[in-house]
């Protein structure tokens, strides 16, 4: 599966929108991305994900570039519960396994 | 949606013995569920993949004779931590994926491991 980056930190002000970059400039036409988050000392939850489409579900919005090399995931308007590490994932279709990089902390403050 | 319970949330017990997490699927079947380990400050890391009726398959580097796995339904996996030592110490994940394509993966709340 393609590899991702991600930066390892962002800061966010309470109420604006939450911006999450990450790169997958070596993704392949049959993969998706999928994004994930991590509050402290809980398992992951998952946000959203696709495959060339723009996507938005009741969590967040997915911004996928038209080379599909990298996606952005939108959080509109970003609480302190938001606080967590956030995972950009990317993986082929009907194949089992989830690999995890080292995702971004998002910070959100009052 | 679907949800993927642990249990139990966290455990404490002496180095030498052995411990068995559970990971159920509660509202859907998942023929096949994933462990996770995580160390402070890392990211999650698949240890081996659960295949109900079948063998596990574990990743490069995890020791299987270590890590017991065992899929006897399709709602339910457990893992057992064998002679676990201090070192074996972390947060250890499932998560189960109902259906094949482009699902995602369900994930449990985790079961904290500290090996005194």
């Known amino acids: 599966d393609a590899k991702t980056t991600q930066p390892p930190s962002m800061d966010c002000a309470e109420g604006r929108a939450a911006n999450l970059p990450c790169n997958h400039s070596?993704?392949?036409?049959?993969?998706?991305v999928y994004w994930y988050r991590q509050i402290h000392s809980q398992g992951p939850q998952y946000i959203i994900h696709?495959?060339?489409n723009n996507e938005t579900n009741e969590m967040a919005s997915l911004i996928i570039t038209e080379d599909r090399k990298s996606s952005t995931l939108i959080l509109p308007h970003a609480t302190l519960r938001d606080t967590a590490v956030y995972y950009c994932?990317?993986?082929?279709?009907?194949?089992?396994?989830?690999?995890f990089g080292s995702g971004t902390k998002l910070n959100v403050k009052p | 949606g679907a949800v993927v319970s642990q249990h139990p949330s966290w455990v404490i017990c002496k180095s030498g013995t052995s411990v068995k997490i559970e990971c159920r699927s509660l509202?859907?079947?998942?023929?096949?569920m994933f462990w996770y380990r995580q160390f402070p400050k890392q990211s999650l890391m698949l240890m081996a993949t659960?295949?109900?009726?079948?063998?596990?398959?574990?990743e490069q580097g995890v020791e299987k004779d270590k890590f017991l796995i065992n899929h006897a339904s399709l709602t339910l996996s457990t893992l057992t931590v064998t002679s676990a030592h201090p070192e074996d110490s972390s947060f250890y994940i499932c998560?189960?994926?109902?259906?094949?394509?482009?699902?995602?993966?369900?994930f449990g709340d985790g079961t904290r491991l500290s090996i005194l």
């Open positions: 070596t993704i392949s036409g049959n993969e998706y």
């Open positions: 659960s295949n109900e009726g079948s063998k596990a398959t574990y």
């Open positions: 509202d859907f079947q998942a023929t096949t």
């Open positions: 994932i990317v993986r082929r279709y009907n194949f089992n396994k989830f690999y």
């Open positions: 998560s189960a994926r109902d259906n094949p394509g482009d699902q995602p993966q369900h």
């Open positions: 696709g495959l060339k």
